[in-house]
């Protein structure tokens, strides 16, 4: 949260110190701003801070959202503001739904709210076919995620493919998103600096600069002699003038700065492949371990040879057939065999 906004605001130096131990500190510490009246706060939001300043001072204040409490959270915390990271906790659990459901998570788990951490993952536990959806879904961190689709202690008859899909629709967003974001960088780059994207000479699009800008040169030089003789004719006067540039060294010069800035820009378009294909392996890495803590033993026959076998994708994470095997073998001696314990069922709560 940036903002280069400024504020000024008026307040009492003991409400201040009671409200806050950062501020406290800051007027008993024998710094310039303790005995000084001035205390200037960088880095955050004055429109946030007020609100902060405000309710430290009894008033009521208006959260619009879950984005505005964490907001909030993040200066209160920096500047050990208690009180008002309590309330808005409180808010944020009013405000839990699907979709902010991993952010107010992440939130509770950040700034040590145990309270607000319980409520979401009983909501997690009590709605996970919801969650699984944009736009919180994708947006998740993979920490987060992760905790999301391993969860236990599930009420009911449980339906694993939701956790499945759930993987599987993760992976699909995230690549499309990366492959969106370099077709757009793509199209930002000029047509005169395609010459130097990948698989295209650089080199060759310079001479072809040069060529065209001798023949422009040539048509530049004759257009200049004949004005030249034309003048000869009508006065006896010559003026010495400075010696015309030459023409191929500018060209030269010209293609030279040309096939540079293509260099630079096809380098950095390289660059965001690089950073794209990296994205891309992460993702497939994060893929993969979700895959690996799939309950397939809770998935029927059917889906298993039909859907889960046929995914290639799927089929080729390392280990995945000896799980696949696994739940085959719990089917066929009719869920009796005991499986291993990360891949019991979800609706035994979890030691």
């Given at each position: ?67 505005h409490s964490v907001n909030i959270l993040k200066v209160a915390d920096r500047l050990q503001f208690e009180d008002i990271k309590v309330y808005t906790f409180s808010c ?52 987060y995620a992760l905790k999301a689709i391993t969860v236990d202690g599930l009420k009911g008859r449980i339906d694993e493919r939701i956790f499945y899909k759930a993987a ?184």
């Amino acid at each position: 949260m940036k903002s280069n906004k400024k504020s000024t605001l008026h307040g009492h130096k003991f409400i201040l110190a009671a409200a806050s131990p950062w501020f406290r500190d800051t007027f008993l510490s024998g710094i310039k701003e303790s005995t000084e009246n001035e205390v200037k706060i960088r880095g955050v939001d004055p429109n946030i801070f007020k609100l902060i300043f405000d309710f430290s001072y009894g008033k009521d204040i208006y959260i619009k959202d879950s984005t505005h409490s964490v907001n909030i959270l993040k200066v209160a915390d920096r500047l050990q503001f208690e009180d008002i990271k309590v309330y808005t906790f409180s808010c944020l659990r009013g405000q839990l739904d699907e979709s902010n459901i991993f952010d107010i998570w992440q939130a509770s788990d950040l700034y040590s709210c145990g309270e607000t951490r319980i409520s979401c993952e009983e909501f997690l536990k009590d709605c996970y076919a919801d969650i699984f959806e944009p736009p919180g879904w994708p947006a998740a961190s993979n920490d987060y995620a992760l905790k999301a689709i391993t969860v236990d202690g599930l009420k009911g008859r449980i339906d694993e493919r939701i956790f499945y899909k759930a993987a599987l629709a993760r992976r699909d967003i995230s690549v499309q998103k990366m492959i969106n974001l370099l077709k757009t960088k793509e199209k930002k780059c000029k047509k005169k600096v395609a010459k130097a994207l990948p698989g295209t000479s650089t080199l060759e699009g310079a001479k072809n600069t040069k060529e065209k800008g001798r023949k422009k040169n040539e048509y530049k030089a004759e257009t200049a002699t004949a004005t030249e003789t034309e003048t000869e004719t009508e006065t006896e006067t010559e003026t010495e003038t400075e010696p015309e540039p030459d023409t191929d060294t500018e060209t030269e010069i010209e293609a030279e700065i040309e096939a540079e800035a293509g260099s630079l820009e096809g380098l950095e378009y390289i660059r965001w492949e690089e950073y794209v294909k990296k994205k891309l392996d992460d993702i497939h890495k994060h893929f993969e371990v979700m895959i690996s803590t799939i309950r397939f033993h809770q998935m029927d026959i059917k889906y298993l040879a039909d859907t889960v076998e046929k995914d290639d994708d799927v089929m080729q994470i390392p280990g995945i057939k000896d799980i696949i095997f696994e739940a085959y073998r719990h089917k066929a001696f009719l869920g009796k065999r005991q499986v291993s314990k990360k891949y019991q069922s979800r609706s035994i709560k979890s030691n």
